[in-house]
């Protein structure tokens, strides 16, 4: 999937989850986590045949989703305290989950 529509996918968990988390930059937050698996995007930077090899790899699995969400989260805790460290990490879990579907619905 593109990044633009993850990111949009993000903004409408945020939207969504508006009257129910109270986050100032709750928001901000939902687009960034839904966009977290891609980090592996990185990979390019050593090559495309290391990137063909590493994307869609660890970050993109249930397990380290769980682990990132909750990185993510004590991290942008950091700079929004108004944001829940357990709400906040299920919330980016929740965005990363949707990430994995909507790669799974797309070729490579």
Not at 49 to 73: D, K, M, N, W
Request: one cysteine or more; proline letters at 5%; glycine letters at 8%.
């Amino acid at each position: 999937m593109d990044p633009v529509t993850h990111l949009a996918a993000g903004g409408i968990q945020g939207t969504a989850l508006k009257p129910l988390v109270a986050a100032k930059h709750l928001l901000l937050f939902c687009v960034l986590a839904s966009w977290l698996p891609d980090i592996d995007n990185l990979a390019g930077l050593f090559g495309p045949e290391f990137y063909l090899v590493h994307h869609r790899g660890v970050t993109h699995s249930f397990i380290c989703g769980l682990v990132l969400a909750a990185v993510f989260a004590a991290l942008f805790r950091l700079w929004d305290r108004t944001l829940p460290l357990v709400t906040g990490s299920l919330v980016a879990y929740a965005g990363i989950v949707n990430h994995i579907f909507l790669d799974l619905i797309t070729s490579y």
